[in-house]
């Protein structure tokens, strides 16, 4: 079998030029094992299982991106969700104490992020959910690394609206707690998660996943957008064919990727995900991506086609790479991670309700948006709420993270730095459903979940 | 014996020497070229790929990327070193 000095070339420019890097490999770790009714041996075991891990993971990672030639932008931990492994530890005092001996853990290890400070409250909730909402606000601004989530609904569960009516509350603490407001971006509210999602911040080790698993997360707006821009002329079904193939290729890399690596860790290889995946880097982002279609700015009439047709050719390309696509698998337009998207929302192509829509056809949710720190706690409540309706009645994962900044105005720009970016300050609907959320309860499971 | 073959991918401007420095440096640490192919593409780059079998070479992989990248600097070249199998997984069925 010889490869054409044109396929070698391909290959090459998509790495060197086009942004192409496997944008994470994160480490599932059961946590369940580690519980003991001593405290500090139980720290003892978590530190001891997520930096051991941890360390063999960003080895065998360097190895892997020599061999290859292919950057591996992320190595993280995910854990099993932290409300369930601290049921019978449940004070505040020990949920902080968790969250600081996972920080470290990840620190010590070289690992940036460490996902699942969490809990899975779709129905209902514990007392260790609970207080694991009510310390989240220390959590997320006293710790750097450790990332937290919660799935407050699903298409067989419903929405859990007391769960979503504490969170305007616990994200305007967090804000207030920590600077910028970043405490925030490290929280994602979900409906439908999966318990396989490699991406940060809402990754999280899965109660049905085995002992320890290695996910993998692709990337390719810069590959996607170059093959777009150099078809401008062909038909939609041309377009969806051009991006189908280019998409195989990025998973087919990202499948060798994650098999080796699971092979040298000697664990089992879970799921590839195929979302696209932008960052702050100029080229990587999955605005341009849209406006390479011919939108001239994401946001217009015309881009929630756009984004249809994109994630629909990314999934049928994906799904023919790799028989393990997993994870939330669907397209990631955060606001202030994406230079394009942080455009359109200055120049005023893009708004609030606009970017609601377009995650109805398959972006992931309302991601890394900020919003001024006076929009009443209800508000940010019915923003949640409404997004994750979306993905109990359409069958799909949607989630929210959204950064609520003290003292900025919509139209104000907020710096996080890093790969967190810079985000505009959206404007929000200024009128109120608090009356409508004050009814509490939940939203019971759609009939589309009555399938037996 | 069983081979291990890889890929060297150089992309820049075509000018003299540059088969000459590359094969003279995989010679003498005992690396074998399999194949050995040039073109210049629709954008106007000129592209080369050897496909060389380290099987038996005297210095580790990543020695060999440091070495490649150093040629490549003195040629205004981007050189790469890839591993077959990323080439076979995208661009095979």
């Known amino acids: 079998m010889t490869i054409s000095v044109e396929e070698v070339y391909e290959t ?34 978590v530190y001891g299982k997520v930096y051991s891990n941890a360390i063999k993971l960003v080895e065998n990672a360097r190895a892997l991106e020599m061999k290859y030639g292919i950057p591996i932008a992320n190595k993280r931990i995910s854990i099993t969700p932290v409300s369930l492994v601290m049921e019978s530890h449940c004070t505040k005092k020990k949920f902080i104490e968790m969250a600081r001996t996972l920080d470290r853990a990840a620190a010590d290890a070289g690992i940036d992020f460490i996902g699942g400070f969490g809990a899975l409250v779709q129905k209902g909730l514990t007392k260790s959910d609970r207080m694991l909402i009510d310390v ?36 305007k603490q967090t804000a207030e707690k920590s600077k910028n407001a970043i405490g925030c971006a490290k929280f994602v509210v979900f409906a439908n998660a999966p318990e396989d999602n490699p991406f940060m911040a809402g990754a999280f080790h899965g109660v049905g996943e085995g002992d320890i698993t290695l996910n993998i997360g692709i990337s390719g707006p810069g590959v996607v957008q170059t093959v777009v821009k150099q078809n401008r002329e062909c038909d939609l079904t041309q377009l969806s064919e051009i991006i189908k193939r280019t998409v195989f290729k990025i998973t087919r890399a990202g499948e060798l990727v994650g098999r080796e690596l699971a092979a040298a860790l000697k664990i089992p290889f879970g799921i590839v995900d195929i979302s696209l995946a932008s960052t702050t880097v100029a080229g990587d982002s999955v605005a341009n991506v849209i406006e390479a279609f011919g939108i001239e700015k994401i946001g217009a009439h015309g881009s929630t086609l756009a984004v249809a047709l994109l994630m629909d050719a990314v999934k049928k390309g994906g799904a023919m790479a790799s028989g393990n696509v997993g994870g939330l698998s669907g397209t990631f337009i955060p606001v202030s991670e994406d230079e394009g998207m942080i455009d359109a929302v200055q120049k005023g192509a893009l708004g609030l309700d606009k970017l609601e829509a377009l995650t109805a056809v398959c972006s992931v949710g309302l991601d890394m948006f900020a919003i001024p720190g006076d929009v009443p706690e209800e508000t940010i409540n019915a923003i949640i709420a409404d997004e994750l309706a979306i993905g109990i009645i359409n069958n799909k994962t949607t989630a929210v993270r959204v950064i609520p900044v003290p003292g900025k105005k919509a139209g104000s720009l907020v710096k996080f730095g890093g790969l967190l970016g810079t985000a505009p300050v959206m404007a929000v609907n200024p009128f109120s459903a608090k009356d409508f959320l004050k009814r509490g309860g939940r939203l019971p499971a759609p009939v589309t979940s009555m399938r037996n | 014996m069983e081979k291990e073959l890889l890929f060297i991918t150089v992309i820049g401007e075509d000018k003299k020497g540059i088969v000459a420095k590359i094969s003279n440096f995989l010679y003498k640490k005992d690396i074998n070229i399999e194949d050995i192919n040039q073109r210049i593409m629709g954008d106007g780059y000129f592209v ?13 992989m990543e020695k060999i990327t440091w070495e490649l990248e150093k040629i490549g600097k003195s040629l205004e070249l981007r050189v790469q070193l890839q591993h077959e199998n990323i080439f076979k997984m995208m661009h095979r069925v």
């Open chain 2, 48 to 60: 080369m790929t050897m496909l060389v079998d380290i099987k038996k070479s005297t210095i580790p």
């Open chain 1, 136 to 171: 989240l606000p220390d959590v997320l601004s006293k710790t750097d690394r450790v990332c937290s989530f919660l799935n407050v609904g699903s298409n067989v569960a419903g929405l859990n609206l007391d769960a979503v009516n504490l969170l305007g509350g616990m994200l």
């Open chain 1, 12 to 45: 090459a420019s998509m790495i060197l030029y086009q942004n192409l890097d496997i944008r994470t490999t994160t480490l599932g770790i059961n946590l369940k094992d580690c519980i003991d009714s001593d405290f500090k041996v139980f720290k003892k075991n």
